[in-house]
């Protein structure tokens, strides 16, 4: 009787125990054994309820964190994935960049050549003109002198 009475006073005890110790614990199993030896079909129904919770919540607690576990690695690829594109998106415009550049000192350098060609047509012209008008100022010097040995 005495056992009874102190059984059913440590029980809301032993319950809260028993909730907050993993059933794997050594502590759970000391906890439990030495106040119920000999377990009554009361004591014994909510043992197994008891384990039958701890059990729900460590399957929930898993599938939890299985779900957390999934997710996490879905954003992690995702993120990674995000990481890969924007490294490619650069790459891309870095080239683009790049290729525009060779563009446009292709053009500056086409542009000079004109322009050195340009001023190579006209310094041949001012050199022709230069020597036309030399050939014609001797030939007016010759006439010249023609003239007065005529004379």
């Known amino acids: 009787m005495l ?4 059984t059913l006073k ?6 809260v125990l028993a909730e907050a110790l993993p059933m794997n614990s050594p502590a759970y199993g000391q906890i439990i054994r030495p106040i119920s030896p000999q ?16 059990q729900q919540t460590q399957e929930q607690l898993k ?13 992690q690829q995702q993120q990674d994935f995000t990481r890969q594109r924007q490294e490619l998106i650069r790459q891309q415009q870095f080239r683009l960049q790049e290729q525009e550049t060779r563009l446009q000192q292709q053009q500056f350098t ?17 050199i022709r003109q230069q020597q036309q008008f030399r050939l014609q100022e001797q030939i007016r010097q010759q006439e010249l002198r023609q003239q007065k040995e005529n004379l």
Do not use: K, Y
């Open 3 to 6: 056992n009874r009475s102190l």
């Open 10 to 15: 440590l029980l809301p005890l032993v319950i």
């Open 39 to 54: 377990p009554e079909s009361f004591q014994e129904r909510m043992r197994q309820q008891q384990e039958e919770r701890t």
């Open 63 to 75: 599938e939890t964190w299985l779900r957390q576990n999934l997710q996490q690695q879905q954003l």
């Open 110 to 126: 086409r542009q000079q050549q004109l322009r050195i060609q340009d001023q190579q047509l006209r310094q041949d012209q001012q």
